[in-house]
């Protein structure tokens, strides 16, 4: 079952840590989540800008209708805001509310585009074994959208923050 209660937390604690998300980053900060070992209740497969997930399309939709959220439309993109702060109960949870500050403090300044690259990276790795063959499913994903070296450097922060073994090389 979806947390919704959640991703109003998220998008919260984003918006407080470098503004208010576009849809890409707030799909992607939650695909890092669910990639902890957290269940917010999102399936994801992969799409054009990365991992994505129609269930949390429809989630935030439905936060909008409720009144917890709002599609703000500019002419770069969807920013997602909370309307009104006391709406905001968190996931209910802890331990799953720190792991959250702590991807967002890692990678809530990436761009969306940074967001896109690390997370299909992620995405990738669930299939591939070494650094090589990572970069290689990215290359087959993107195409030449990035280059090797943004790709290396993408595997090395997932690394660097406990995604990816130790043993990928």
């Known amino acids: 079952m979806a947390n919704n209660g959640a991703i109003a937390s998220i998008v919260k604690q984003i918006t ?3 503004g208010a998300p576009c849809k890409k980053t707030l799909q992607k900060i939650v695909y890092l ?15 054009l800008y990365g991992p994505y997930s129609s269930d949390l ?5 439905e936060l909008c209708d409720e009144g917890v959220l709002a599609i703000d439309y500019t ?5 997602i805001r909370v309307i009104n702060d006391k ?8 331990k799953i509310d720190r792991i959250i500050k702590e991807i967002i403090s890692a990678f809530g300044k990436e761009t969306p585009s940074e967001l896109e690259l690390i997370t299909t990276a ?6 591939h074994n070494n650094e090589k063959e990572i970069i290689d499913g990215v ?10 070296d943004s790709i290396c450097t ?3 922060k997932l690394r660097q923050y406990g995604y990816l073994k130790n043993s990928i090389a």
């Open 87 to 94: 709406d905001v109960t968190g996931s209910g949870d802890e």
């Open 154 to 156: 993408a595997i090395k």
């Open 57 to 61: 399309d429809f989630a935030v939709r």
């Open 139 to 148: 290359k087959k994903i993107k195409g030449e959208k990035y280059e090797v």
């Open 16 to 18: 407080d840590y470098n």
């Open 33 to 47: 989540i669910e990639a902890k070992d957290i269940s917010l209740g999102y399936d994801y497969g992969i799409h």
């Open 122 to 127: 992620l995405y990738v790795s669930n299939y």
């Open 75 to 79: 002419r770069t993109g969807h920013k």
